[in-house]
């Protein structure tokens, strides 16, 4: 669907993104997602068409489109700050692209009412200023028009960050209904590791002008395929020198764990590292409960699953157990 191979993008002296490969395949929800500043954008931007890269070829559908025009390029485009015209009709908001278009009055009026229907905006709301809508509304104008010109990919840099917490984890879980039912190739840039984790068929991890992993949530998460990607997805146990003597792990590389796969008072299982620890203190998040416990010379996080009976208090003493296939070990880098 979308193949971007051996993008390079400068700007000036400035190397942005380093020979980048990706291959979207159709009908997709495929997430960029690094800190700021690493690419992610950088990389929406070249495939959109508002960056045109010094070497490599962005390829849409096997026809090459690396110096086609953003008009050109039937992607439609849902941007952070949504770039909605705030003076405008809802109505008139959605169907501007139809009108550059020049398709005819009945034509654009039944494009827009029936992609308003899809995205819960109503007769009443289609009348209104864009000004006069919530945030969350904005955003469904925006993906309205976006979708009503009825693009073959559909891209959304950073658009549920101007929203508070609780709408963001609402729209988030409406924008995949959304992709699924209109199967449309969908390219998705974010910062956040667990919307990404959420929403994403497949993810890219950016980190300084390169991918470090390529791979499902699942592969990325629990399988990271560096350093990197260990300690930016999710939260994540450096083990010290002394747990890594014991478990006999290589001294050459760094080791972590997930804070989920350390075991508190389990019963003892042959070939799995115990010691003894002391919680230090606690955080109650209904669901689970994180811990933070003293042990073997460093303080070690774990999630335990919140079962309504037991929960441990500060100063009580406990075993900790890891198991060494949970353990993730990464080449040490030279300074």
Known sequence: MIHLMDIVVKFGDFEALHNISVHVKEGEFFTFLGPS??????????ITGFIEPVSGTVSMQGKNITRTPIEKRNIGIVFQSYALFPTMTVHDNIAFGLKIKKLKKEEIERKVTAIARKVDLTDDQLKKAVSQLSGGQQQRVAIARALVTEPAVICMDEPLSNLDAKLRVQLRNELKKMQKDFGITTIYVTHDQEEALTLSDRI??????????????????????????????GDINPLSAGIAEAMKLSPARNHFIRLERVRVNAPAAEGVYETEGIIESREYYGLYIKYYISAAGQTIKVIEK????????AGERVRVAIHPQDIMSYDRKEA
Do not use: H, M, W
């Open 306 to 313: 919140n079962d309504g009976i037991r929960i441990y208090e």
């Open 204 to 233: 890219a991890v950016f980190n300084k002008g390169y991918i470090e992993q390529i791979g499902t949530p699942n592969e990325v998460y629990n399988s990271s395929a560096t350093e990197f990607v260990a300690n930016f997805i």
């Open 37 to 46: 500043g690493c690419g992610k954008t950088t990389t929406l931007r070249t």
